[in-house]
């Protein structure tokens, strides 16, 4: 099965900014590599919500309104990950990031943690 591993997540201040990255290693790799991936997000006492996604070309993208402008959302197939580059941030991105193909759910990343906080 398709596994996925996330790192990149950690406190920054408002305004700041962060790399999460989205990973596939072992014999499964190739489901990243040829499918369209969603980044997510969860934060305390709200339900999980799309952020963004890239298909597996890296042709097409997409963001939610509130995040358009800030962020950024990419892929390096060769090295099989995924990355959701995050300027500007404010309180209101605080919250835990989960990747996963898209649409269609395959494996959820183990998610990691992002607070934005002075």
């Known amino acids: 099965q398709l596994q996925l591993v996330q790192s990149g997540g950690g406190l920054v201040q408002p305004g700041g900014s962060l790399r999460l990255s989205c990973a596939a290693s072992?014999?499964?790799?190739?489901?990243?590599?040829?499918?369209?991936i969603g980044w997510f997000r969860q934060a305390p006492g709200k339900g999980r919500e799309g952020v963004s996604c890239i298909d597996s070309s890296a042709t097409s993208t997409n963001y939610r309104d509130s995040v358009k402008g800030r962020f950024t959302i990419s892929r390096d197939n060769a090295r099989n990950t995924v990355y959701l580059q995050m300027n500007s941030l404010k309180p209101e991105d605080t919250a835990v990031y989960y990747c996963?193909?898209?649409?269609?759910?395959?494996?959820w990343g183990q998610g990691t943690q992002v607070t934005v906080s002075s």
């Open positions: 996963n193909t898209f649409p269609t759910y395959r494996s």
């Open positions: 072992g014999e499964t790799a190739f489901i990243l590599r040829d499918n369209a």
